[in-house]
């Protein structure tokens, strides 16, 4: 008992804060893609927004480098997600268990299929909660997540000390 209690113990330090510059760039990062987003679902009366989309900004700007903001994570993770959350809900219907297995197989499948991307955990209780059919895979997943790293790897580049994406595959 001893052992496990001390693994709760914390680090010492906790990593350093970012600069007001990236920081600042990374805001505007997520600013420019949920307009581009928002607006294109206004525009055409398609939706491709979705909550855990402004999630995949705070990777996708404010963390570029992690492997959890690359656009395989983005696109992958959030497919792979919707897709068991679709599953689940139309073969379980809505119950808090649907929502636990499909949360609990979307991190297993993300996992094997390296696309691991944690806003996408939140896309099965959306589906579920919803009662979501399979055209949300198409939109606005699919279209929101491609919009979204199209964004991504645009504005990131534009920085002369940002590289987006570090690897495609």
């Keep these: ?29 997520g600013l420019v893609a ?12 398609v939706p491709m927004i979705m909550a855990p989309l402004g999630a995949s ?16 994570n983005i696109v992958g993770g959030h497919f792979i997600a919707s897709l068991i959350g679709l599953a689940v809900y139309h073969v379980l219907g809505q119950a808090w268990y649907s929502m636990a297995i499909g949360v609990g197989l979307a991190i297993f499948l993300m996992q094997l299929t390296k696309t691991t991307h944690p806003p996408a955990g939140a896309d099965p209780l959306i589906i579920i909660l919803s009662g979501a059919s399979w055209k949300f895979l198409i939109s606005p997943v699919l279209s929101g997540s491609l919009i979204l790293v199209a964004v991504a790897v645009l504005f990131n580049n534009i920085h002369s000390k940002r590289k987006y994406p570090k690897y495609w595959r």
């Design 1 to 29: 008992m001893k052992k496990y209690i001390g693994k709760f113990k914390a680090a010492d330090t906790s990593p350093k804060r970012n600069s007001v510059e990236f920081s600042t760039y990374s805001g505007l990062g």
């Design 34 to 45: 949920v307009s581009v987003i928002a607006l294109l679902s206004e525009q055409t009366t």
């Design 57 to 72: 900004c705070v990777l996708a700007f404010g963390v570029p480098d992690s492997p959890l903001a690359q656009p395989r």
